[in-house]
């Protein structure tokens, strides 16, 4: 049994009940989700966005409130620094995470990839271009990231 809070309820031998540190998860309160224990996790913060972010962007301000339990600016902040572990996590998924910059280059909303739309996968060649031109990216992960946003193109094309 698991509580809201993150911990998990555990018998001892001796028939005890005592609480214990459970993994972290997303936890529903009134009409949002928030991280159970209102830190960074990358896995958590990827299946919000996997859920909620297919057909629709999603803000950092929505992230942040998922990930710390506040709109903030600190909460903004820890997003956009940890946009690329984001992006990490969803190549593990082979997915493509879509990461929309402001005029300053600020990470302003996110996305995962919908190929059977144009302008999302000219989208993705650019960030992918931009990524390599400043280096943020390895070549491993640049072929892997270029193959999914392919692959992903041709099969909503074959539909």
Known sequence: MQEETGKELVSTPDGAVV?????????????????????????????Y???????????????????????TISGKKRVRRNTASLFDEGL????????????????????????????ECRMANEQLERMKRRREISNYKYEKASLIVEVTKQASAAQ
Not at 19 to 44: A, C, E, F, M, T
């Open 92 to 119: 593990k998924h082979n997915e493509f995470t879509l990461l929309d910059r402001d005029e300053k280059g600020r990470t302003y909303r996110m996305k995962v990839l919908d190929p059977s739309s144009e302008m």
């Open 49 to 71: 966005l996997s859920d909620h972010g297919r057909h629709k962007w999603v803000p950092v301000g929505e992230a942040a409130r998922v990930a710390t339990g506040a709109n």
């Open 19 to 47: 609480k214990r540190q459970s993994k972290p998860s997303l936890v529903l309160i009134g009409s949002r989700y928030i991280s159970s224990d209102g830190r960074w996790h990358s896995s958590l913060i990827w299946t």
